[in-house]
């Protein structure tokens, strides 16, 4: 050791790119120690060798590799144990770039339907002024493709303050413990009776009540994910609190007997703008589908 150049903290701080309070660190958790000791002046001073030791910390903090893999490297410095650990190392990235992308779609994926919202709440907004009818008014058919869904189903009696609120919790909770990836709002299907929601006037109707979210990508050891099946319907759109949407299924159930459409007695709402993104219930907005007699939501 003699003959092997020595650095002070300072100068290898400088040297290596790396903080003092970096260095000080590492040698209190004997990780990288100053191999040389003054005892004059009680310094301590770093050998040569030791500046490829401390870039190799350097580089593998980095990569983001937990510093107590960093301080086994340092003790089984080969190429193999190398090897193995970045491969490790190339797979945590690999998912993290991955969930990194999954929660940017998502995030887009919201971005995109406010922005479609807010257009559909500034034209009800400007037909209210101009006492014209309302987007509610307007019907049209769609036809929906068959997806994957997770879902939770209650048969029982129902309460809109307690029921619905629940399953989506359960909802929630399914989609969290098995990992599951979503696109778009929360749904509900009324498979027996939608009306019956409106008819809680003692706080409590019976009601088939499902609960669900679309799936980017099914799961087949998910007992609540299933294919749903594509579907016709009477589409339309109510803007305000959802216990205001019975005069939306009166003016939908008229239209589709004018147009000589029969109804299955099933619906869906989707709810894109509603509780959980805003505390004005003036600007929840609802999309309402009444499937075709003929096609089934169950």
Not at 25 to 49: C, F, G, H, Q, S
Not at 173 to 187: D, F
Not at 266 to 284: K, M, N, R
Request: aromatic share 8%; with cysteine.
């Amino acid at each position: 050791m003699e003959n092997d150049r020595i650095y002070s903290v300072g100068h290898i701080a400088q040297l290596c790119s790396i903080s003092v309070k970096q260095l000080r660190y590492l040698d209190v958790k004997e990780i990288i120690i100053p191999a040389v000791r003054d005892e004059n002046n009680k310094y301590r001073y770093y050998t040569e060798k030791q500046i490829e030791e401390i870039l190799l910390v350097r580089e593998m903090k980095q990569l983001g590799i937990p510093l107590q893999r960093i301080a086994y490297l340092l003790h089984n410095r080969n190429v193999e144990t190398l090897r193995q650990e970045l491969n490790q190392r190339l797979v945590k990235a690999r998912e993290e770039v991955e969930r990194a992308m999954a929660n940017y779609d998502k995030t887009l994926e919201m971005v995109m339907r406010f922005i479609a919202s807010k257009d559909l709440l500034s034209a009800a907004e400007a037909k209210t002024q101009k006492n014209e009818p309302t987007a509610d008014n307007e019907f049209h058919l769609v036809e929906v493709k068959s997806r994957g869904v997770v879902a939770t189903r209650y048969q029982g009696l129902y309460s809109a303050n307690k029921t619905f609120i629940a399953r989506r919790a359960e909802l929630y909770g399914i989609i969290e413990k098995y990992g599951l990836e979503t696109s778009g709002p929360n749904m509900a299907i009324f498979h027996d009776g939608y009306m019956n929601q409106f008819h809680d006037t003692l706080g409590e109707c019976r009601i088939d009540l499902e609960v669900c979210m679309v799936l980017k990508r099914m799961d087949p050891h998910c007992p609540h994910c299933y294919t749903q099946k594509g579907f016709c319907a009477v589409a339309g759109v109510h803007i305000g609190h959802y216990r205001h949407l019975q005069p939306l299924y009166q003016a939908m159930e008229k239209w589709a007997k004018e147009q000589d459409l029969h109804l299955s007695g099933d619906s869906l709402e989707e709810y894109v703008i509603g509780a959980t993104h805003t505390s004005d219930e003036a600007a929840y907005l609802t999309r309402v589908f009444m499937p075709l007699a003929g096609f089934s939501l169950g």
